[in-house]
């Protein structure tokens, strides 16, 4: 979706503030979310559906909320929507039985399949699923390059909403920095991003 | 259980909110799913200590020291991260790859991740604020000479800037370059001059003037 995440190259937001030897955690309870996602992802739900939850935040609420703020809140409505627990039990702070909820099933990495070779040209697709995707708005129509090919990786487009289990080579694409944003960028300067297969076709023009 | 904790330092405009009602939400969830046998507290401290005192960015630097006196793991390295993490004797998680990136004199490698915060945590630790912050996630793309100034690094116009959003299940991690005057140092002594922002690749290694060894 066109959400509130996707931040690239947006303008307004102020100097990068650095805070002097910050902790790893600010309080107890941030380092306690951070343990209760590392034991129920993978689990419960999967991290695209994960980071799905988070995207669909209003997006004020989105810009308002700290970082573990948002994940308390996927937290909460995944762990609900699983049935692992209930609306009334969160609620209560009271347990009224055992989850219900089921295990992901997890499947094998099959052998990566790819389409396109390191140094070939590619152009991204102009994609706007209102779901959950993984090309960033700034990437969007822009010639590349392959620079380098992995995966196979899930498809977080299917996965975000538990369907179809898609294994698709993942290439990381170099623009020229002046491809994605014209002359405010210097002409030596590149971007290099990681795009699932589906988001590319090759520069040649069929799809 | 926790002590209510008021802010006392600096900035803190990404914590605006009264912490009380968050950490009774955690609490909530937390004791929830203890009483339903799907967390233990020593799970969440065994966790938290974990991140708090052996996870963290001396991983990294151990592992660019290295590579840096010893040619062939750096090729070992940058051709397989994850092997190479592993052969230090350190633990790489195999649902991520590791993609390391070495930074010269003609190419300066920095990374971010615009849609959320992908950070290579097994090497670098849980990430600072600012990189999961706004003003990083957007500016890092679009103007990274600017936000590497603000970082103090200055970089001359013919050094090509190379900026890797980090969108998939791939981690990346800048090798910088050695510096120059540590010619005869040992891993040691060079890890202590690579710190986290230098793996980000905001920040680049310094020989501090002192240093006459």
Same mark, same amino acid.
């Given at each position: 979706?066109?959400?509130?995440?996707?931040?690239?190259?947006?303008?307004?937001?102020?100097?990068?503030?650095?805070?002097?030897?910050?902790?790893?955690?600010?309080?107890?309870?941030?380092?306690?979310?951070?343990?209760?996602?590392?034991?129920?992802?993978?689990?419960? &739900?999967? @991290?695209?559906?994960?980071?799905?939850? +988070?995207?669909?935040?209003?997006?004020?609420?989105? @810009?308002?909320?700290? &970082?573990?703020?948002?994940?308390?809140?996927? @937290?909460?409505? @995944?762990?609900?929507?699983?049935?692992?627990?209930?609306?009334?039990?969160?609620?209560?702070?009271?347990?009224?039985?055992?989850?219900?909820?089921?295990?992901?099933?997890?499947?094998?990495?099959?052998?990566?399949?790819?389409?396109?070779?390191?140094?070939?040209?590619?152009?991204?697709?102009?994609?706007?699923?209102?779901?959950?995707?993984?090309?960033?708005? &700034?990437?969007?129509?822009?010639?590349? +390059?392959?620079?380098?090919?992995?995966?196979?990786?899930?498809?977080?487009?299917?996965?975000?909403?538990?369907?179809?289990?898609?294994?698709?080579?993942?290439?990381?694409?170099?623009?020229?920095?002046?491809?994605?944003?014209?002359?405010?960028?210097?002409?030596?300067?590149?971007?290099?991003?990681?795009?699932?297969?589906? &988001?590319?076709?090759?520069?040649?023009?069929?799809? | 259980?926790?002590?209510?904790?008021?802010?006392?330092? %600096?900035?803190?405009?990404?914590?605006?909110?009264?912490?009380?009602?968050?950490?009774?939400?955690?609490?909530?969830?937390?004791?929830?799913?203890?009483?339903? %046998?799907?967390?233990? =507290?020593?799970?969440?401290?065994?966790?938290?200590? !974990?991140?708090?005192?052996?996870?963290?960015?001396?991983?990294?630097?151990?592992?660019?020291?290295?590579?840096?006196?010893?040619?062939?793991?750096?090729?070992?390295?940058?051709?397989?991260?994850?092997? !190479?993490?592993?052969?230090?004797?350190?633990?790489?998680?195999?649902?991520? %790859?590791?993609?390391?990136?070495? =930074?010269?004199?003609?190419?300066?490698?920095?990374?971010?991740?615009?849609?959320?915060?992908?950070?290579?945590?097994?090497?670098?630790?849980?990430?600072?604020?600012?990189?999961?912050?706004?003003?990083?996630?957007?500016?890092?793309?679009?103007?990274?000479?600017?936000?590497?100034?603000?970082?103090?690094?200055?970089?001359?116009?013919?050094?090509?800037?190379?900026?890797?959003? =980090? =969108?998939?299940?791939?981690?990346?991690?800048?090798?910088?370059?050695?510096?120059?005057?540590?010619?005869?140092?040992?891993?040691?002594?060079?890890?202590?001059?690579?710190?986290?922002?230098?793996?980000?690749?905001?920040?680049?290694?310094?020989?501090?003037?002192?240093?006459?060894?």
């Amino acid at each position: 979706m066109n959400g509130i995440h996707d931040m690239g190259g947006m303008d307004g937001f102020g100097p990068v503030v650095v805070e002097k030897d910050e902790p790893v955690f600010h309080h107890r309870w941030e380092g306690s979310v951070r343990a209760i996602m590392r034991q129920t992802v993978g689990r419960f &739900y999967n @991290l695209d559906e994960f980071r799905n939850v +988070v995207e669909r935040m209003p997006p004020e609420e989105y @810009l308002r909320a700290s &970082y573990y703020e948002r994940w308390l809140h996927a @937290l909460e409505t @995944l762990m609900v929507q699983r049935g692992v627990i209930t609306l009334e039990e969160l609620r209560s702070g009271r347990a009224n039985g055992p989850s219900i909820a089921a295990n992901i099933k997890h499947e094998p990495r099959p052998e990566l399949i790819a389409r396109f070779s390191s140094g070939d040209n590619v152009v991204t697709r102009n994609l706007n699923p209102t779901g959950h995707t993984r090309l960033p708005r &700034y990437a969007r129509g822009k010639r590349g +390059v392959v620079r380098t090919v992995n995966g196979p990786f899930l498809l977080p487009d299917s996965n975000a909403h538990r369907g179809a289990k898609v294994w698709e080579a993942c290439y990381a694409v170099e623009f020229t920095a002046r491809e994605l944003w014209g002359d405010r960028a210097s002409s030596i300067d590149r971007v290099c991003v990681d795009l699932w297969e589906s &988001y590319l076709r090759s520069e040649e023009g069929e799809s | 259980m926790t002590k209510h904790d008021h802010h006392e330092h %600096g900035d803190h405009s990404h914590h605006p909110e009264a912490p009380s009602d968050i950490e009774a939400r955690t609490l909530a969830l937390e004791s929830l799913l203890i009483e339903k %046998g799907l967390l233990t =507290s020593e799970d969440v401290d065994r966790i938290i200590s !974990a991140y708090e005192h052996d996870i963290g960015p001396m991983i990294g630097a151990r592992v660019v020291a290295h590579a840096w006196v010893d040619l062939d793991y750096r090729a070992r390295l940058l051709n397989d991260g994850p092997a !190479a993490i592993r052969e230090l004797g350190y633990d790489y998680p195999a649902s991520t %790859g590791l993609a390391v990136l070495e =930074s010269t004199k003609e190419v300066h490698h920095m990374v971010v991740c615009t849609l959320c915060s992908c950070y290579p945590w097994a090497v670098l630790g849980l990430p600072p604020t600012w990189y999961k912050s706004a003003p990083y996630r957007s500016r890092a793309v679009v103007e990274p000479r600017k936000v590497l100034e603000e970082f103090g690094v200055a970089l001359p116009a013919d050094v090509s800037v190379n900026v890797w959003d =980090s =969108s998939s299940d791939l981690r990346y991690m800048v090798l910088p370059e050695r510096p120059e005057g540590t010619e005869g140092w040992t891993e040691e002594q060079l890890a202590a001059i690579v710190s986290r922002d230098c793996m980000i690749g905001v920040a680049r290694p310094q020989v501090p003037a002192e240093a006459n060894r």
